[in-house]
């Protein structure tokens, strides 16, 4: 039965599976680090130890996010070897140093500072363990900067040639492999993401508290500083969003044809469809709710711009419709519903009950997952918008995976959606054990690691006199 599958199409659901999981530690590491070392900063500069023990209490959640993300990123990077060979082989002269760079310069950093992050505070000075989460957070952010340098090429490739063997190599400079069209835009969009990922977390978290108990004051503190963050970068967002949109629309039109359901081209002025059903059959967007023009207002800044549509690209080369569209409008919905909670903070705010307002706490509550749909929901758009091709314009999807039967991969699926089921169901449920209690004063750090890597007794001396134990 399973001879009859698509192993390309396998393929590429077992890879969306395992990014999917995997986008999800990423995006929540990154703000959190850089959340940490800003707890720590005021920490040092006040002395208040709410502070303090607000960092303790997260230092352990991020040890866990970290740990999954590493796992799961290892995971998926074997499928570039396994189910996608072949697009390993062509781009590998570009792709190959970009991932590796990432390692020496990002992974090898998180790494080395780590440790004495999680476990040094007793053993360090204080600067020094306050550099190691700057380092740490410095880690995250290089790592998401390569990474996006690495996805924005399959987007927008520029400074390559191909040789003989049908390789990409790079012709002239890596700056304009590195830097290509929609890298600047990809990484403001994928880091701010991160940090309102982060902060919707930290909110709910504490809205949580507040419920129970609306005078603790690590929970108003953390409610506070998160409500502050969502208020002021959720604008920031949209408009990043706007400006990604023009640069992807300049270099990649037929993926906005696709979010926008423009089957056919508009000479005079495009719609914005908020809402209909794709008919790729039929070439038209069902039961359809649009406003005149607004499309055109929106990427064009003019009412009466013409837009092309799908019916000036062949076929064969169209994205999915279906699945672009919908996923580029939970993405933009969840995004103005992050706007709609900051102002819904600012205005209790200014009311004087910020800690006070149970409905806020509530929606705050409901919204705590929501940045891990958004991102998921963007990259969706982003991955799925580039197909047919897994270098836009240059090699083809169906010209990119390995000589694997459809049962093989098929197999593998399964295995991969059992595991990560188990493992990251139960990691997850550990995150929010953790976070269901709330912090308290004189906060515990994460536990220490074993003295003696071998064991607590300690070896003979080597002329066989005995060593007392400590």
């Given at each position: 039965?399973?001879?009859?599958?698509?192993?390309?199409?396998?393929?590429?659901?077992?890879?969306?599976?395992?990014?999917?999981?995997?986008?999800?530690?990423?995006?929540?590491?990154?703000?959190?680090?850089?959340?940490?070392?800003?707890?720590?900063?005021?920490?040092?500069?006040?002395?208040?130890?709410?502070?303090?023990?607000?960092?303790?209490?997260?230092?352990?959640?991020?040890?866990?996010?970290?740990?999954?993300?590493?796992?799961?990123?290892?995971?998926?990077?074997?499928?570039?070897?396994?189910?996608?060979?072949?697009?390993?082989?062509?781009?590998?002269?570009?792709?190959?140093?970009?991932?590796?760079?990432?390692?020496?310069?990002?992974?090898?950093?998180?790494?080395?500072?780590?440790?004495?992050?999680?476990?040094?505070?007793?053993?360090?000075?204080?600067?020094?363990?306050?550099?190691?989460?700057?380092?740490?957070?410095?880690?995250?952010?290089?790592?998401?900067?390569?990474?996006?340098?690495?996805?924005?090429?399959?987007?927008?490739?520029?400074?390559?040639?191909?040789?003989?063997?049908?390789?990409?190599?790079?012709?002239?400079?890596?700056?304009?492999?590195?830097?290509?069209?929609?890298?600047?835009?990809?990484?403001?969009?994928?880091?701010?993401?991160?940090?309102?990922?982060?902060?919707?977390?930290?909110?709910?978290?504490?809205?949580?508290?507040?419920?129970?108990?609306?005078?603790?004051?690590?929970?108003?503190?953390?409610?506070?500083?998160?409500?502050?963050?969502?208020?002021?970068?959720?604008?920031?967002?949209?408009?990043?969003?706007?400006?990604?949109?023009?640069?992807?629309?300049?270099?990649?039109?037929?993926?906005?044809?696709?979010?926008?359901?423009?089957?056919?081209?508009?000479?005079?002025?495009?719609?914005?469809?908020?809402?209909?059903?794709?008919?790729?059959?039929?070439?038209?967007?069902?039961?359809?709710?649009?406003?005149?023009?607004?499309?055109?207002?929106?990427?064009?800044?003019?009412?009466?711009?013409?837009?092309?549509?799908?019916?000036?690209?062949?076929?064969?080369?169209?994205?999915?419709?279906?699945?672009?569209?919908?996923?580029?409008?939970?993405?933009v919905g969840l995004g103005f519903a992050m706007l709609g909670l900051g102002l819904f903070s600012l205005v209790?705010?200014?009311?004087?009950?910020?800690?006070?307002?149970?409905?806020?706490?509530?929606?705050?509550?409901?919204?705590?997952?929501?940045?891990?749909?958004?991102?998921?929901?963007?990259?969706?758009?982003?991955?799925?918008?580039?197909?047919?091709?897994?270098?836009?314009?240059?090699?083809?999807?169906?010209?990119?995976?390995?000589?694997?039967?459809?049962?093989?991969?098929?197999?593998?699926?399964?295995?991969?959606?059992?595991?990560?089921?188990?493992?990251?169901?139960?990691?997850?449920?550990?995150?929010?054990?953790?976070?269901?209690?709330?912090?308290?004063?004189?906060?515990?750090?994460?536990?220490?690691?074993?003295?003696?890597?071998?064991?607590?007794?300690?070896?003979?001396?080597?002329?066989?006199?005995?060593?007392?134990?400590?």
């Amino acid at each position: 039965m399973l001879d009859h599958l698509d192993a390309v199409l396998l393929a590429r659901i077992q890879f969306a599976f395992t990014v999917s999981f995997h986008f999800i530690f990423p995006s929540f590491s990154i703000g959190l680090a850089s959340y940490l070392a800003v707890l720590e900063g005021l920490w040092l500069k006040t002395g208040k130890a709410v502070y303090l023990d607000l960092f303790k209490y997260w230092l352990k959640i991020f040890a866990v996010v970290f740990a999954m993300g590493v796992v799961s990123g290892i995971v998926m990077s074997y499928q570039f070897g396994t189910n996608w060979s072949v697009f390993s082989v062509k781009t590998g002269p570009i792709l190959g140093p970009l991932m590796a760079y990432e390692v020496l310069t990002a992974f090898f950093l998180e790494a080395g500072f780590l440790g004495v992050m999680l476990f040094g505070m007793s053993k360090v000075g204080r600067k020094l363990h306050f550099a190691a989460t700057c380092m740490v957070a410095l880690g995250t952010f290089i790592s998401a900067t390569w990474i996006l340098s690495v996805n924005s090429w399959m987007q927008t490739p520029t400074g390559f040639a191909i040789n003989a063997n049908g390789q990409f190599v790079p012709d002239g400079s890596w700056l304009t492999i590195i830097f290509n069209p929609s890298f600047p835009y990809r990484l403001v969009h994928t880091i701010i993401a991160s940090y309102l990922t982060t902060s919707l977390v930290v909110g709910a978290v504490g809205a949580w508290h507040l419920l129970k108990d609306r005078k603790n004051p690590y929970a108003r503190k953390m409610f506070s500083m998160a409500m502050w963050m969502a208020a002021i970068v959720a604008p920031i967002q949209i408009v990043a969003g706007d400006f990604h949109g023009l640069n992807t629309l300049e270099h990649q039109p037929a993926k906005v044809m696709a979010m926008e359901g423009h089957y056919d081209s508009h000479p005079d002025g495009a719609p914005l469809i908020l809402f209909g059903i794709p008919n790729s059959a039929e070439k038209r967007v069902d039961y359809a709710i649009e406003i005149p023009k607004a499309s055109s207002l929106i990427l064009k800044h003019d009412l009466n711009a013409p837009m092309a549509g799908l019916d000036t690209i062949a076929d064969d080369r169209e994205p999915p419709v279906g699945i672009v569209f919908w996923s580029f409008r939970v993405m933009v919905g969840l995004g103005f519903a992050m706007l709609g909670l900051g102002l819904f903070s600012l205005v209790a705010r200014f009311r004087r009950t910020l800690y006070d307002w149970s409905l806020l706490h509530r929606l705050a509550i409901l919204m705590g997952p929501t940045g891990f749909v958004a991102v998921i929901a963007g990259w969706i758009t982003t991955e799925v918008g580039r197909q047919p091709y897994t270098v836009y314009g240059q090699l083809l999807t169906g010209q990119s995976h390995s000589p694997l039967a459809a049962p093989a991969v098929a197999a593998s699926l399964m295995v991969f959606v059992i595991v990560y089921f188990a493992v990251f169901g139960a990691g997850t449920w550990y995150l929010l054990r953790l976070m269901g209690h709330a912090p308290q004063a004189h906060e515990t750090e994460p536990p220490q690691m074993p003295i003696r890597s071998a064991g607590i007794t300690p070896a003979p001396a080597l002329d066989g006199t005995p060593v007392p134990a400590e």
